[in-house]
């Protein structure tokens, strides 16, 4: 299973974007790029997945560049309830094993 | 819809008692999973059911834990005897089947049993 990189932490302010990129330069043909969401006392949250390219919810947005060897979730405007740890993990389809790599812990300041 | 449940959300024992956490995943879902973080550490992956079955425990630390998921509902995670690295947060997913549409690696996760060992 591909090994992610990512900031260990980040610092924002509300109202800002914030961008956090992974890197996974050993990302294989098959694997998807997913993005979690922990808060303190609680179980990591499904967030965002994506392949290729841009995908969009109403939580956040995955872009992935054309040789997939890093991905980019970007947080419109965040508040202080996106102070969080965010995962960034590669796997393949037929995986069902989650690696969960140190994350990158979001502090959003007023 | 509820989502993942586990119980208990605390629990303080010595060492070399046995405790037994349990699972409740999301109705329908057959696929469920234990994870746990040992302080300090990152997040790592325990063992997979699929339905009642063990698809996957290759995270099975050793033979102290035992899981198990009688009927395909509930899962259970006994350790026994406790020792005081079992200490640390014990996460349980679930997710769907694929053909319903989720990935795999989509999963759904539990608020976590916190285990303290003395």
């Known amino acids: 299973l591909a090994k992610t990189t990512q900031p260990i932490s980040m610092d924002s302010y509300e109202g800002q974007e914030v961008n956090i990129t992974c890197s996974h330069n050993n990302i294989a043909t098959n694997d998807y790029i997913t993005w979690y969401q922990q808060f303190p006392s609680q179980g990591p949250r499904f967030i965002i997945q994506g392949y290729k390219t841009k995908v969009t919810n109403e939580v956040a947005s995955l872009f992935i560049p054309a040789d997939r060897k890093s991905s980019t979730l970007s947080l419109p405007r965040v508040s202080l309830s996106d102070t969080a740890v965010y995962y960034c993990?590669?796997?393949?389809?037929?995986?069902?094993?989650?690696?969960f790599g140190t994350g990158t812990l979001l502090a959003v300041q007023p | 819809e509820a989502g993942v449940t586990q119980f208990p959300s605390h629990s303080v024992i010595e060492k070399g008692q046995t405790v037994t956490l349990r699972c409740d995943p999301i109705s329908g879902h057959d696929n469920l999973y234990w994870y746990r973080r040992v302080m300090g550490k990152e997040i790592k992956f325990l063992l997979h059911?699929?339905?009642?079955?063990?698809?996957?425990e290759s995270g099975m630390p050793n033979n102290r834990f035992l899981a198990e998921r009688t009927g395909g509902t509930y899962s259970t995670l006994k350790v026994q005897p406790a020792e005081l690295e079992d200490s640390g947060v014990y996460f349980c997913?679930?997710?769907?089947?694929?053909?319903?549409?989720?990935?795999?690696?989509?999963?759904?996760f539990g608020p976590g049993t916190r285990l303290t060992v003395l």
């Open positions: 059911f699929v339905k009642e079955s063990k698809q996957d």
């Open positions: 997913a679930s997710s769907q089947d694929p053909r319903a549409g989720d990935r795999p690696d989509t999963q759904y």
């Open positions: 993990l590669v796997a393949g389809g037929a995986t069902n094993k989650l690696i």
